[in-house]
């Protein structure tokens, strides 16, 4: 009962931010959902953070992957245009974006628990955040304070 009461607890305090965590690696909302449960579920212990639990998310979602390297979710082309953006990017920036924007941790952090080189991780964000900026945002015209 009282494990049962720290996991809603858990689920109001971070739901929302775990959702777009697992709604940025897959564009199933019913598998986002179910991956954020497993998350809460598992790790619901009341010492766990938003941190820890984002990252319960990054690896459940791994272990939902179909073998045949799709996320098993439908076509982003049916989805609205930023969000079929987020799903073109390939999956080490989705994953990097996702847990840094929503899944509260640095860059650093992220690059630790990716094992990876953080100069690597702040190139995946900066490349997706390239990807996702409208095209004009990018471009060296005049500067309005000129």
Not at 14 to 41: F, H, K, N, R, W
Not at 52 to 72: E, Q, R, Y
């Amino acid at each position: 009962m009282k494990r049962n009461r720290e996991r809603l607890r858990l689920y109001d305090r971070y739901g929302q931010q775990l959702y777009a965590v697992a709604t940025t690696l897959t564009c199933d909302p019913d598998l986002a959902e179910q991956i954020v449960m497993q998350a809460i579920s598992v790790h619901g212990d009341g010492q766990t953070d938003l941190r820890d639990l984002s990252a319960a998310v990054w690896v459940a979602w791994l272990c939902w992957a179909p073998a045949d390297g799709t996320d098993g979710a439908s076509q982003p082309s049916s989805l609205p245009t930023l969000t079929a953006q987020l799903h073109a990017l390939p999956d080490d920036q989705r994953v990097a974006l996702a847990l840094c924007r929503f899944g509260g941790h640095t860059y650093r952090q992220v690059a630790e628990l990716l094992e990876l080189p953080a100069e690597t991780v702040a190139r995946l964000l900066g490349d997706a955040l390239r990807a996702l900026a409208p095209a004009d945002t990018w471009s060296m015209g005049t500067s309005p304070a000129a």
